[in-house]
């Protein structure tokens, strides 16, 4: 670990001196070398893209690898810099590279912890947040932003959880940790959310009860005490200060000679006179309106990791679903798995007798039911590990390659039964979640019949990249 | 016992029963009891021979229309509110808008007026959560009224549904008239003793009283409770002035402008009176201090002869004066009188008085449901028992209340310390000796 390495694009240049690499040569490996990622803050947009494909990445040591920005004569916007774990100022190389080293060394100490498990991927951005959490053993502030429909946003998760289809929401994944007791929030305030759209962008406007107008004015009234006389602020302006009307006194001290004891309004659209007038706020994004009470109000908060958190994040999250097939059916290593496989693959070439199958599922959609269930998603994997457990054989392997990808070794299986265990998979957890819970799952399953040319990492990958 | 009352009288030669009586005849019976049994048959007879002008006013009023509005200035009086709405929602007259002011009510008064608002019973309720006194809430529902006559009321009464019709027609009529006073009955007349005695003294000194006082061009008071003006002459004066006593501040405020002032014996508003003589005392210690503070004091001008003295305002304040202040300096001089030369005759002078007045109040009475006979309900003529209880309510009770009132008021100048204002307010008006 010597050297900063940059990335980004060929457009862009590296410092002198300092190795350049776009986002796709980033290695698990390569990561390991370098202490930190410089990017080019020069253009904001092409620095965001570039730190969100390297959060994107699903090896630890890469998604969690510190990225700094090279200072430019372009000023760097709060979101972007507090997105980035810190500054890089060129013009005093060998001095910064030092101080970012010292500064950025806890968050690579951190990283090693992990050992093998840096290489590995994580899909699940819940765990890639706390992990991230994590290393950087620091609170996650909100920042109040109109870049941010709902008003606030944690920059420096932003990248993380960046999908080319559009964001996982960020308050929903820290809600998700923190009812898991992996993170605490501490409340920093509260927003008024549209009911509709959820935009935190809500024009707040005093409103005609009538007509529901907004076009009306308020009128301060003055009574005067020595004569009794009141009439709106108007009455009494003069040239200089109040005057009354009545009585041609001049008004001088409030409270002394005179009060103001109420405002009465006036609607210019239907001449309606009122004194509480009706609050009503707008979305500027969906346009709807509606009484305050009626929008939604959401608590914001600032989150830190909690011990449960950081154990869980170091040690890999002892996974709801991996904890609950484990105990279920024991749960076999995908590294083993892979030996295993090549030793059935020796075995069906030396006897040529059966056949036996590989099939990998992959649940698309599980990080959503702990945002849905909360803690109770545990009960519900159980029960799926209940239907592998009936359709699999005592003779059958089965290993998690990520938390929501798994490899299933049927041993003299032919494909088609192989289809065949699969689907009565797929029936019984469709049964389960849509039939009792009403939530759709989106499970893919492919199956390869095991021989020479069977690449378990492709497969894997193959199935996943249907996914994306 | 009544052997020595008769001897007595006979003994009394005409020289001794004017010593002993001269109050009555002089004055009271005068006053109170020839001039109504003139005027209230001319009254009547008046009124029969004008029905078809009458008549012709309530077209003109229905044929034009004129917005009117109700202002009603308060104080913690939402539990009367519901009932003054209901009246005025049956009302023959029915283009008006209600404006009710809160003068800063400590209780449920808000939230019962903004209910009433949003069922749209009341057209504008302004709250104004610093008290600033009954002037400051009467102009603020001026400064927002939008009709061409203003009918103020006191929230704790209730409107017969004739009432509005009847009290504009006047101002129909004649383009001279300012001010038109409405009636005022008692509605809890059975309440209590108390309330049974004003039941009988309002019919005399209001509907009787004021109607004679209007016949003579020197009536001196709208009622507060309810009394209508047309509104430009009110923007003229720029509303009320601090109280208490405004009502008849603000009327003779209307007369020194040139305008006149009536009262309209059947435009009937009934209103809750105090059912404890106590409270009756404390009502009665505020209202006769005023006609110190604003009769003698503000407005004396009227009794300067100078380019603005009217002659009808002059007898109008004079007739006032005379008969409440010095009359009731009179009565003490005469009860001293009474104590230095009769001594020995004293019960029978009391008695003596007593039948005099009672005669004189049974009289009034009777006046008094001869004018209002069209309106008169039954249990306010069933009242004519407490008649007996008169003299000595109004001869002594009220008597001694209103000398208190008056004595208070000129050498200790009590009204100005009265928490019916808020203290800033009195304060000021104390200093400005307004």
């Known amino acids: ?468 | 016992m009544l052997d020595a009352f008769i001897q007595f009288h006979s003994r009394l030669g005409l020289w001794e029963w004017f010593l002993f009586f001269w109050p009555f005849f002089f004055f009271d019976f005068f006053r109170y009891v020839l001039i109504d049994l003139i005027l209230v048959p001319a009254y009547c007879v008046r009124r029969y021979l004008g029905r078809g002008r009458q008549a012709r006013g309530r077209r003109q009023l229905f044929h034009h229309q004129p917005l009117v509005s109700v202002i009603v200035p308060g104080k913690n009086e939402g539990r009367h509110m519901g009932k003054l709405v209901a009246s005025l929602e049956t009302q023959t007259y029915s283009n008006l808008e209600l404006i009710v002011v809160d003068d800063g009510s400590d209780d449920d008064t808000p939230g019962i007026c903004r209910n009433l608002e949003s069922q749209g019973l009341i057209d504008l309720f302004i709250r104004n959560d610093v008290r600033g006194g009954k002037a400051s809430a009467a102009n603020t529902a001026l400064r927002y009224a939008r009709g061409d006559y203003v009918i103020h009321l006191d929230a704790d009464s209730h409107l017969d549904p004739r009432s509005i019709e009847t009290i504009l027609i006047p101002f129909m009529l004649d383009q001279s008239i300012g001010a038109v006073g409405g009636d005022v009955r008692v509605a809890n007349n059975d309440a209590s003793l108390a309330s049974r005695l004003q039941t009988i003294e309002y019919m005399k000194s209001i509907s009787t009283g004021r109607t004679v006082s209007a016949m003579l061009g020197i009536l001196r008071i709208v009622a507060g409770a309810h009394g209508a003006f047309r509104r430009d002459v009110l923007e003229r004066l720029h509303g009320w002035d601090v109280g208490p006593g405004l009502d008849g501040d603000i009327t003779v405020k209307i007369r020194k402008l040139g305008f006149r002032v009536v009262h309209e014996p059947d435009a009937i508003c009934y209103t809750n009176v105090p059912v404890a003589f106590n409270k009756l005392a404390r009502q009665r210690f505020r209202w006769d201090r005023s006609l110190i503070r604003f009769r003698l004091r503000k407005h004396n001008d009227i009794f300067r002869p100078d380019a603005n003295f009217q002659i009808s305002n002059f007898l109008s304040f004079a007739e006032n004066v005379f008969f409440n202040i010095l009359l009731n300096i009179r009565w003490w001089v005469y009860m001293v009188q009474i104590l230095l030369t009769g001594q020995q005759y004293l019960e029978f002078i009391a008695l003596t008085t007593y039948l005099l007045y009672l005669v004189a109040n049974f009289l009034q009475f009777g006046m008094a449901c001869f004018l209002i006979s069209r309106t008169l309900r039954r249990n306010e003529a069933a009242q004519w028992p407490y008649l007996f209880l008169m003299p000595v309510y109004m001869g002594i009770y009220l008597r001694l209340v209103r000398s208190y009132a008056y004595v208070m008021e000129s050498l200790h100048r009590v009204s100005y310390l009265d928490r019916w204002n808020p203290w800033k307010v009195s304060s000021i008006s104390q200093r400005e000796d307004l």
């Open chain 1, 1 to 468: 670990m010597t050297k900063p390495c940059f990335v980004g694009d060929a457009r862009t240049e590296a410092p002198s001196g300092m190795k350049a690499l776009a986002v796709e040569q980033l290695e698990a490996d390569t990561a390991d070398q370098v202490p930190f990622f410089v990017i080019s803050a020069e253009d904001p947009h092409a620095a965001r893209n570039t730190l969100e494909r390297i959060r994107r990445q699903s090896a630890p040591s890469i998604y969690l690898k510190p990225v700094v920005l090279l200072e430019s004569n372009v000023p760097i916007a709060k979101t972007l810099s507090e997105a980035a774990d810190g500054i890089y100022r060129a013009s005093n190389a060998p001095q910064e590279e030092q101080r970012l080293l010292d500064l950025l060394h806890p968050f690579n100490q951190w990283i090693s912890q992990l050992g093998e498990a840096r290489k590995t991927s994580d899909v699940d951005p819940s765990f890639k947040v706390l992990r991230y959490l994590a290393s950087r053993g620091r609170v996650i502030e909100p920042l109040m932003s109109i870049a941010s429909p709902g008003g606030y946003l944690y920059p420096s998760l932003e990248p993380l959880l960046s999908q080319p289809g559009g964001n996982v929401n960020a308050l929903q994944v820290l809600t998700f940790l923190e009812s898991q007791n992996l993170v605490s929030g501490q409340y920093i305030t509260k927003v008024h959310l549209c009911s509709h759209c959820a935009c935190a962008f809500l024009n707040f406007k005093e409103t005609c009860p009538d007509c529901q107008s907004d076009n009306i004015d308020g009128d301060e009234l003055i009574h005067h005490f020595r004569c009794a006389y009141t009439g709106s602020k108007s009455d009494f302006e003069a040239i200089r200060g109040l005057q009354c009307p009545k009585c041609d006194r001049e008004l001088r001290h409030l409270g002394v000679d005179y009060d103001k004891p109420s405002v009465v309004y006036h609607c210019n659209a239907c001449s309606h006179r009122f004194q509480s007038p009706t609050v009503l706020c707008s979305c500027f994004q969906c346009g709807q309106t509606a009484e305050p009470e009626h929008q939604q109000i959401r608590r914001i908060q600032a989150y830190r990791i909690t011990a449960i958190g950081n154990s869980a994040a170091l040690y890999g999250m002892e996974h709801l679903f991996m904890r609950a097939l484990d105990t279920e059916l024991q749960l076999w290593a995908y590294d083993t798995t892979k030996q295993l496989v090549a030793l059935e693959v020796a075995r069906k070439e030396r006897y040529q007798i059966s056949s036996s199958s590989v099939a990998v599922l992959h649940f698309d959609n599980l990080s959503d039911l702990y945002v849905k269930f909360g803690q109770r998603a545990g009960e519900i994997f159980a029960e799926i590990s209940q239907v592998l457990k009936s359709v699999l054989r005592r003779s059958d392997v089965i290993a998690a390659q990520s938390e929501s990808t798994f490899v299933l070794l049927l041993t003299e299986t032919p494909t088609q039964q192989a289809d065949l265990a699969v689907e009565r998979i797929r029936k019984g957890i469709t049964d389960l979640l849509t039939g009792n819970l009403a939530y759709e799952a989106r499970l893919l399953a492919q199956t390869h019949a095991v021989t020479a040319s069977l690449d378990l990492d492709e497969a894997v990958e193959t199935l996943v990249a249907q996914d994306a």
